[in-house]
């Protein structure tokens, strides 16, 4: 343990070595030698370890954990997921652990794992969001690719996926990128709702004009300027009410404003470009506004 304590690796691993030449049935010393294996990085030496470690007691969650972590050193992401799957049995409330899970599961495409996985999270932690992680599994689960679950009934995935967002609102609405994920989760599928839809495109939009200066930042402006104009197609093509679309006109509205106001002098023609879109827009709006209510 002194080699190990000043960072002497090797001749940790020496000793360690020869003490379980004498007696092999020693689970602490073998995990600490697969640390240091590690640390020399003698990657044979490290998952011989901890497998042995793993042999005398099977619910070592973190001798699980770090003989992923070998695995994963290798590029043997499958190897690692079936360690971390076991690891979190033994480390059921190690968040670390199943954050790792989560995204091992994510990268080897178990899908279903990978949902229970941020649910556990969302256990541990309350408030816990990884945008990357939900795009991947709303991308797996709108397009119809369910990575090594195969999942056969479509629906079942969809109902997963937004089960697990609207967790994540509930805890999380200052994030404008969940309500879009959302949104477009709604938008799949054989039974769409615009009507949710709608609504998270209009709290999306309203997220991003909350943040401070955000009319000042020409990246929120562009952002805020795609959420309208998304936000007014699904209201004008799918949510046929005048309140939809006066709230969509007003939405518009507003953002134009702000943009004049802020950009009056200094518009460039990406910005010329983005405002003709939305008076383009405006002007659909206000015309399915008035065959709405001329109807």
């Excluded at 002497?8 to 073998?30: F, M, P, T």
């Excluded at 969302?122 to 397009?143: M, N, S």
């Excluded at 938008?187 to 009319?215: F, H, I």
């Excluded at 309208?228 to 006109?249: D, G, I, K, M, W």
Aim: proline share 1%; glycine share 4%.
């Amino acid at each position: 343990m002194l080699y190990l304590k000043k960072g002497n690796y090797k001749d940790c691993v020496d000793s360690l070595e020869k003490s379980l030449a004498i007696s092999g049935l020693q689970e602490g010393v073998w995990f600490t030698l697969g640390h240091a294996a590690l640390k020399t990085s003698n990657h044979d030496l490290a998952v011989k370890a901890f497998r042995r470690c793993v042999l005398l007691d099977a619910d070592n969650g973190e001798a699980w954990s770090n003989l992923a972590t070998v695995h994963l050193k290798r590029n043997e992401k499958e190897k690692a997921f079936h360690c971390l799957l076991e690891a979190v049995k033994g480390c059921y409330d190690n968040w670390r652990i199943w954050e790792n899970y989560l995204l091992v599961s994510v990268e080897t495409g178990h899908y279903n794992e990978a949902i229970a996985a941020y649910h556990r999270l969302l256990d541990l932690k309350g408030k816990f969001c990884d945008i990357e992680v939900l795009q991947h599994l709303v991308r797996l689960a709108t397009d119809g690719c369910y990575g090594n679950d195969l999942l056969s009934d479509p629906k079942d995935s969809l109902q997963k996926i937004s089960m697990l967002l609207a967790r994540i609102t509930s805890q999380v609405t200052s994030n404008a990128e969940v309500w879009q994920l959302c949104a477009h989760v709604h938008l799949k599928g054989s039974s769409p709702n615009y009507e949710k839809a709608a609504t998270e495109l209009q709290r999306a939009l309203r997220v991003v004009k909350q943040s401070t200066g955000w009319e000042k930042n020409t990246d929120q402006c562009e952002r805020a300027v795609k959420l309208s104009l998304q936000y007014s197609q699904v209201c004008r093509e799918y949510c046929s009410s005048v309140a939809n679309l006066t709230s969509a006109r007003l939405a518009m509205q507003a953002l134009l404003a702000a943009l004049k106001k802020n950009y009056v002098d200094t518009m460039s023609d990406h910005m010329i470009q983005q405002m003709t879109s939305l008076k383009q827009e405006l002007d659909l709006l206000n015309q399915c506004t008035s065959q709405l209510k001329d109807s």
